[in-house]
């Protein structure tokens, strides 16, 4: 039986790495039929504003299309069995020509633009789906947009391969694990950086929208893992995974292997390993004005929207700036938080939202559950956040309407499908050239903000999700490592 303990770290990684130990173990690759047969797996891949949860956000200025300036990615792998992959298109529209969705894998990429027919496109892998994953490539350019797309489900054909060639993967990219059954597998590397200055902690996530299923990661430093030997593994009876890494866990220049494993279900498996500096475990001290003790209400409150307010600026700076805890020092004002500058503060009633850019602290009116939206707007105050730890001021006009200066920036209109901060091929270029005198921000791009103190600085469109609903739950090197723990301290 499956251990239920959460995620645990476990033993020292080896060095040598022997032919043998590249044999699949414990866990067996499901080889699906042969085409013309196919295997469906539960999938959905929407762009626009039509739809629940787009991949990328809505134009910010007219809501019922999709945004310009999208050069986005995401990577689909399956066991080394896989040959063939289809998707089902329900619906598509965009500017013909211009914007396109390609598919494929590194070899060739199809594509689709306008309105192309609906129903089933298959595409036939050079090699396999693991050793040289399928994607889609989703890219609009700088005008015109329109409704956007929805891909429905998915459809695979085997082919029996002693191919086992793993593929290696780029940190801060999403991988879309398509997993056939019970005990199915599928394996990927990365490459061990982070103990190259700057010094790095690895972040890996794993999530599935699908709650009937539950998918698990297993990691070995220099080996594939194996379900009896590994070094980390994600495995709750959750199907969101985390695991937290030091710069320490492997050996410098070595590689990590991964195992995504089903323990039962089959379906897609978001995965993403993500880097941060050594130094960013960031404990934000917060107090309140309420002038008494705060209610357990209100308690509770404070704790939902900061919690998901940090997972939130995890997901917009792609991991890279790391909320650990909020510390809340009740019934003490916001001068001083135990001894030290508040960073936050809570206010009661109405007021503006509002934080100094790089210094001071944030004074939040927008906390409390909002029973109009059902649930809390954690856009507020990871948007304020960006003024203060990321030095970025506003890309929206408020003199004029609210429009957007910068659709693809959490430092715009507040929104929920919107998760990202701007690069600079698309930093300024969603203004509306109608609304007078609008014009586009003139302040560098988040990105290049956050890079010349960090290490990575995205050129194409960074992934959109808000990991809000991620709940962040790690034993890692060093004891519990969490986003956004709220704590409360006297």
């Known amino acids: 039986m499956k251990s239920r303990h959460g995620v645990i770290a476990a033993a020292l990684c ?10 699949f173990g414990a866990f067996t690759p499901v080889n699906c039929p042969a085409y013309p047969s196919t295997t469906t797996v539960p999938f959905t891949y929407t762009i626009g504003a039509f739809y629940v949860n787009p991949e ?19 990577h689909f792998i399956g066991n080394n069995h896989v040959k063939r992959f289809g998707f089902r298109v329900d619906s598509f529209t965009s500017e013909n020509t211009f914007d396109r969705l390609y598919y494929g894998d590194p070899f060739y990429l199809g594509n689709l633009t306008g309105t192309p027919a609906t129903g089933w496109y298959d595409f036939v892998l050079t090699n396999n789906m693991q050793r040289d994953p399928f994607k889609f490539r989703w890219y609009a350019d700088y005008s015109a947009t329109f409704s956007g797309f929805s891909i429905g489900e998915a459809r695979v054909s085997c082919s029996t391969s002693s191919d086992t060639t793993v593929h290696t993967i780029s940190p801060y990219v999403r991988y879309t694990a398509v997993l056939l059954g019970s005990n199915d597998v599928v394996y990927l590397a990365i490459n061990n950086t982070s103990a190259t200055s700057p010094l790095k902690h690895d972040a890996v996530a794993l999530w599935s929208s699908d709650a009937s299923t539950d998918f698990d990661y297993y990691i070995r430093c220099n080996a594939l893992p194996t379900a009896s030997n590994y070094d980390y593994y994600g495995a709750s009876s959750s199907n969101n995974e985390f695991v937290h890494l030091s710069n320490t866990a492997c050996t410098s220049g070595g590689t990590y292997y991964v195992a995504i494993n089903s323990y039962s279900g089959k379906g897609t498996a978001n995965f993403v390993w993500t880097r941060h500096a050594a130094t960013e475990h960031r404990v934000i001290r917060a107090g309140s004005s309420f002038g008494r003790a705060a209610t357990s209400s209100e308690l ?52 503006t939202d509002v934080s100094g850019n790089c210094s001071g602290k944030v004074d939040l009116y927008t906390w409390k559950y909002d029973p109009f939206i059902g649930g809390y707007d954690s856009t507020v105050l990871a ?58 921000t003139g302040q560098p791009n988040a990105w290049s903000r956050i890079a010349s103190n960090d290490f990575y600085n995205p050129t194409t469109t960074p992934d959109n999700y808000s990991y809000e609903p991620f709940p962040f739950l790690s034993s890692g090197l060093f004891g519990k490592v969490e986003v956004g723990k709220f704590i409360k301290m006297n």
Not at 56 to 74: A, G, K, L, M, S
Not at 329 to 342: K, R
Not at 409 to 428: E, F, V, Y
């Open 300 to 351: 509770a409150d404070m704790e939902e929207t900061s919690k998901r307010a940090a997972r939130r600026f995890y997901g917009a700076t792609e991991g890279m700036k790391y909320v650990s805890e909020i510390q809340y020092w009740d019934n003490n004002g916001c001068s001083s938080c135990g001894g030290q500058p508040c960073e936050l503060c809570f206010h009661l009633g109405s007021g």
């Open 56 to 74: 990328q956000p809505h134009n910010p200025n007219y809501n019922t299309e999709y945004i310009n300036y999208v050069d986005w990615t995401r």
């Open 14 to 23: 080896s060095a040598a790495v022997l032919a043998s130990q590249f044999a």
């Open 383 to 440: 948007h304020e956040w960006g003024h203060r730890y990321l030095c970025q001021d506003d890309e929206y006009c408020a003199y004029c309407g609210n429009y957007s200066q910068c659709g693809h920036s959490i430092m715009s209109r507040s929104s929920s499908t919107l998760n990202n901060l701007c690069i600079a091929w698309d930093h300024g270029r969603d203004y509306d050239t109608s609304v007078s005198p609008y014009t586009p």
